[in-house]
C-alpha cells in the first residue's frame, strides 16, 4: 500500500471512530450492497444523538433524559439504531452490553444478523478486527458475545430477557 493510500486509510478509520455518522455512510454498503444510500438531515440527528449516548455510558456520567425516535416507516431506522449503532459502540468499548428488540422475532433476529454481517466483513476486519472478536462458542443468531465480555442479545414481544 503506497504511503497516501495508507494515510487516507488511517484517516478514514479515524473519521468512523470519531464520528457514528461516518461510519453509518461506510458500513452502509455492508448491509445494503445494491441500494445507494440516500441521506436526509434526520440521519445526521438520529447518529449524532445515538453518539452522545454511547460517549455518555462509556464516560459513567448520568442519564439526564430518554431518547425516542418517531420517525416514519422505511427512514433507516432499524439499520441506525439496532443494526449500526451497537457495532459501532463496540469500537468504542467492546465490554458494552446490548439487548435490542422488535415486534417480531424474525425481525430481531435479521437485524441482530445484519450487525454481526458488518463484524464479519472484510471492511470491518481489516479496520477494527483487531478491538474484539465474536466468541466462536457465544456466536449465535439471537445472541452473541464477543472476547470483550460485550453481549449482544435479540428478543421481542413475548420473548424473554430476564436475567440478560
Not at 10 to 17: G, I, P, R, S
Request: proline content about 3%; hydrophobic content about 35%.
Amino acid at each position: 500500500m503506497s504511503k497516501n493510500k495508507h494515510l487516507k486509510y488511517a484517516l478514514n478509520k479515524t473519521l468512523c471512530e470519531l464520528s457514528f455518522y461516518e461510519f453509518f455512510q461506510q458500513a452502509w454498503h455492508t448491509v445494503e450492497p445494491s441500494v445507494p444510500l440516500s441521506t436526509n438531515w434526520h440521519h445526521k440527528y438520529i447518529c449524532d444523538t445515538l453518539q452522545e449516548e454511547c460517549e455518555r455510558i462509556i464516560e459513567g456520567k448520568q442519564k439526564e433524559r430518554d431518547i425516542i425516535i418517531n420517525v416514519p416507516f422505511r427512514s433507516t431506522k432499524s439499520l441506525i439504531v439496532t443494526v449500526m449503532f451497537p457495532v459501532w459502540c463496540w469500537i468504542k468499548d467492546p465490554r458494552l452490553r446490548f439487548i435490542t428488540a422488535s415486534y417480531s422475532a424474525n425481525l430481531s433476529i435479521e437485524l441482530a444478523t445484519k450487525s454481526r454481517d458488518i463484524i464479519f466483513s472484510d471492511w470491518f476486519k481489516r479496520r477494527w478486527g483487531e478491538v474484539f472478536n465474536i466468541k466462536k462458542d457465544q456466536n449465535l443468531k439471537e445472541r452473541y458475545e464477543n472476547n470483550e465480555m460485550g453481549m449482544r442479545r435479540a428478543t421481542s414481544v413475548g420473548g424473554t430477557v430476564t436475567g440478560q
